[in-house]
């Protein structure tokens, strides 16, 4: 059977070859119990995978998982000849077709930062056919276990797996903010030791760039929770200025930044995904609408 989009060829025998992986368990158990070498069977999957243009399996040292994709072929292996040749030409198929779901991991802070909203709003008005679903992950996800398409995560956060492709789209640095009513009540705040004796507000994700000698009161993951507490003085923010609500704020005069020259290492909205190889076009798209907002060149 040959894909119409990639010319490549995908031979039954591959498909029975996937199906023996699946059933045994894991590639050794597949090529002893089909007379072969491990590596002819690793090296027919791989063909397969990408004559399909898609990934099939999650390979881990000591067995193999099936990616979502995997479990429908797996599924088809097990039907007529025709229904099979019919199920892969979908499959390839959808890889190409804009439409079908897209599902985006991100932390709470950042689902109604106007950046983010920008971005879906583009996206469902250019490609009405393709659904998105949003979900609130606050630490990285196994995209291809977990079924996600794209996380968004600060770059402090470590990446369940390192194959998996990282770029960083908005650096960002957080400062410390209060309001004037809990600056005239507390005492004043003139280097970074005088913050012992203040309630400071942060999230998970910044509180280990404040000196080490400051007690953090409250950590969380809603950056709108903290901005609404500094607003009505109950404690002093650790919040990144570029997020449009805190600018506001400050320009409002809701807020006033403490240590003004105190300058806190740089953090990063980092963009993830599970490979360049098998992304559906769906995805790509939103990739690129991601790149031309914050114009990134590589």
């Known amino acids: 059977m040959i894909t119409k989009e990639t010319n490549q060829i995908i031979s039954f025998d591959d498909l029975h070859l996937f199906a023996q992986t699946v059933v045994h368990g894991g590639i050794s158990a597949a090529a002893s119990a089909n007379n072969m070498q491990r590596s002819k069977v690793s090296r027919r999957l791989q063909m397969l995978e990408a004559a399909l243009g898609t990934q099939l399996l999650i390979r881990t040292t000591r067995n193999i998982e099936l990616t979502r994709q995997g479990q429908e072929l797996f599924e088809l292996t097990s039907q007529p000849l025709q229904h099979i040749q019919q199920g892969i030409a979908a499959m390839k198929g959808h890889l190409d077709e804009l439409s079908g779901k897209v599902r985006i991991a991100i932390p709470s802070a950042l689902i109604s930062a106007n950046a983010f909203t920008e971005i879906l709003t583009d996206y469902v008005q250019t490609y009405p056919d393709i659904d998105i679903e949003v979900e609130n992950h606050q630490e990285s996800v196994d995209l291809k276990r977990q079924a996600f398409d794209l996380q968004v995560l600060p ?10 492709v990282q ?29 012992k004796q203040h309630r400071i507000l942060t999230n998970r994700y910044n509180a280990d760039l ?60 980092t963009l993830i995904y599970p490979s360049t190889s098998f992304l559906p076009k769906r995805v790509k798209v939103l990739i690129d609408i991601f790149r031309d907002k914050f114009q990134l060149k590589n």
């Open 155 to 164: 770059s402090v956060e470590k990446i369940t797996d390192d194959s998996y």
């Open 167 to 195: 770029f960083s789209i908005l650096p960002y640095r957080s400062h410390l903010v209060a309001s004037p009513t809990y600056l005239r009540q507390f005492s004043p705040i003139n280097s970074s030791e005088d913050l």
């Open 210 to 269: 404040l000196p080490t000698n400051v007690k953090v009161a409250l950590k969380s993951d809603d950056l709108y929770v903290l901005l609404k507490m500094a607003t009505s003085g109950a404690g002093i923010a650790f919040l990144p200025i570029a997020n449009v609500n805190v600018r506001m704020a400050l320009e409002q005069g809701d807020l006033v930044e403490i240590l003004p020259d105190a300058l806190y290492p740089e953090q990063h909205l």
